[in-house]
């Protein structure tokens, strides 16, 4: 019998972008199901304090991890450690990513190459280097976050949405090529999240945000525990059998 509460009881777990937003909540949504975190972001020192409290609180071990997800060197040297340490990595989230909302003709090159760079050639080396540790194991779940605007597109957002088809792309092929090696990879596509950043953003663009929730037929904004629900499902055994999936988490705008 499966505990209904805990269903990564012990699966060692690393989540990038896990400051603050959707990252923030499926770090905790993980380490209520009883899973090993490992929470990894830029700024050093951010999550040390609430890292401690969420282990307290759900009774397990939260473990910040800094570093910066384009620096593949950091990178190789933190999985490892978390491999060092654990004897296995079960489950990674590519969580972390950057947007910058401007239209076609005004996105600077710098901008779209950061996006692509955070967004998808991270993505594709924390993958490479996960699933070499992983095929040492028992095989593992890799999730990605990519986003509706890849598949209904967005005005302003037309490099950012780009990157995020890259990344339904890759989940794909790479669900394909690490199967006969025991790993599962799926991607989450989240609609409009009321994350942090999303609220600056609306604030700065001063479009009304009633008229976005008119095109989402459950009628509200998502929340990054809705995003985080689907990714603890992902990483759990109860998806055993799901691999190279997209699932929208977007209140059914996507259709
Ligand atoms: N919020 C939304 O409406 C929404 C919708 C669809 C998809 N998404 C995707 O969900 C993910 C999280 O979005 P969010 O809204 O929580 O974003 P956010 O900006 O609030 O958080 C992103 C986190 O990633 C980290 N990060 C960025 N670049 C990094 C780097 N180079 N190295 C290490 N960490 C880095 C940031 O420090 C931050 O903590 C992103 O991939 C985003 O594209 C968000």
Redesign the pocket.
């Known amino acids: 019998m499966i505990d209904m509460e805990r269903f990564l009881e012990n699966k060692v777990c690393i989540i990038?972008?896990?400051?603050?937003?959707?990252?923030?909540?499926i770090a905790e949504r993980f380490a209520s199901d009883g899973a090993l975190v490992y929470a990894?972001?830029?700024?050093e020192g951010?999550m040390d304090e609430w890292a401690e409290v969420c282990s307290e609180k759900y009774g397990t071990r939260v473990c910040p991890l800094y570093?910066?997800?384009?620096?593949a060197v950091a990178v190789k040297s933190a999985f490892m450690s978390v491999f060092k340490q654990e004897g296995r990595i079960d489950v990674l989230v590519?969580?972390?990513?950057?947007?910058f909302n401007k239209k076609i003709g005004m996105i600077l090159r710098p901008e779209t190459e950061?996006m692509f760079?955070?967004?998808v050639i991270?993505v594709i080396e924390m993958v490479q280097l996960v699933s070499r540790l992983m095929a040492r194991g028992h095989g593992g779940s890799i999730v990605n976050?990519?986003?509706?605007?890849a598949v209904l597109g967005s005005p302003g957002q037309s490099a950012?949405s780009a990157?995020?088809g890259a990344i339904m792309a890759f989940t794909k092929s790479a669900a394909k090529e690490l199967a006969s090696q025991g790993i599962r990879v799926n991607a989450v596509?989240?609609?409009?999240?009321?994350?942090?950043?999303?609220s600056e953003l609306y604030e700065e663009s001063g479009e009304k945000i009633d008229n976005r929730i008119q095109r989402i037929a459950l009628g509200r904004?998502?929340t990054?525990l809705d995003?985080a629900n689907a990714c603890a499902f992902l990483a759990s055994d109860r998806s055993s059998y799901i691999s190279g999936q997209i699932l929208g988490v977007d209140g059914c705008a996507s259709i």
Do not use: W
Request: charged fraction near 20%.
């Open positions: 990038t972008g896990a400051a603050q937003g959707i990252g923030k909540s990894c972001d830029r700024a951010a570093f910066d997800v384009t620096d590519n969580n972390a990513g950057v947007v950061l760079r955070v967004n991270a976050i990519a986003s509706v605007t950012y990157t995020k596509a989240p609609g409009i999240v009321k994350t942090e950043r999303f904004l998502g990054p995003v």
